[in-house]
């Protein structure tokens, strides 16, 4: 166990409710700070016994933590630390930002009235959700339904592609900075679509992408440098 996990542990518990709670909590913090070093191994057992509580609540906590893209279950390791790099999602954002304002252009001609209802649907729903991997699901949807009029097979599925992969990016974002999705941004985009202002809802997207970067960006930063 890390020097930085055991002072966490040293400073947290009181303030939480349920084991799992705590361990989550902790875990969680030590990971986004870098207590916990990329691909380290959670053993169960090391971490029971450092916690000092059984294995039940390490294995909730660890699922929990698996949602919020910071924990990965693999074979034969069990389950490990993610290695996101700024690198990883700055590729990923600059893919989207290529391929989703074309799949947007293409699409908005052709979307419906059930089209928008489904869209306004799902920004409900993501109002009242806080659950980070549904959070990512629904944003998920929500993209894809104004795009998925783009008429282009290929492109809608090359667009769904990085989408998915960028769930991981959002999850972890949503760990590292609190449950901001842009909701302003997709609202504006959505009203642009209704009204068919091509121009409105591009530069809408634009700035949801920039600014999802940028606060990815400006973690990473305050994570190097040690500033909480």
Do not use: W
């Not at 542990?9 to 989550?24: C, F, K, L």
């Not at 990971?31 to 090391?46: C, D, F, V, Y």
């Not at 029971?48 to 906590?61: D, G, N």
């Not at 009204?195 to 809408?204: G, K, L």
Request: with cysteine.
């Amino acid at each position: 166990m890390s020097a930085g996990l055991s002072e966490l542990i040293q400073s947290s518990g009181p303030r939480y409710r349920t084991a799992t709670e705590y361990v989550e909590a902790t875990l969680r913090e030590a990971i986004l700070s870098g207590a916990i070093a990329p691909g380290t191994p959670l053993r169960q057992e090391e971490l029971a016994a450092s916690f000092k509580v059984s294995r039940m609540p390490i294995r909730e906590a660890l699922r929990q933590l698996e949602a919020q893209a910071l924990v990965d279950f693999e074979p034969h390791r069990g389950a490990v630390v993610v290695q996101i790099t700024l690198l990883d999602a700055m590729d990923n954002y600059a893919i989207r930002a290529a391929l989703e304002p074309q799949a947007l252009r293409l699409s908005i001609p052709n979307l419906t009235e059930e089209d928008f209802e489904i869209a306004e649907d799902l920004l409900a729903e993501i109002d009242q959700e806080q659950d980070p991997g549904r959070m990512g699901e629904l944003n998920r949807r929500f993209h894809m339904t104004l795009y998925a009029q783009a008429g282009l097979p290929r492109l809608i599925a090359l667009t769904e592609q990085h989408l998915a992969s960028a769930d991981r990016h959002l999850r972890f974002h949503l760990a590292a900075v609190g449950g901001d999705m842009g909701q302003d941004e997709h609202r504006e985009i959505l009203a642009a679509c209704r009204v068919r202002d091509e121009a409105t809802a591009i530069d809408a997207l634009a700035r949801h992408h920039r600014r999802a970067s940028e606060a990815m960006k400006a973690y990473f930063a305050a994570r190097s440098s040690g500033t909480p």
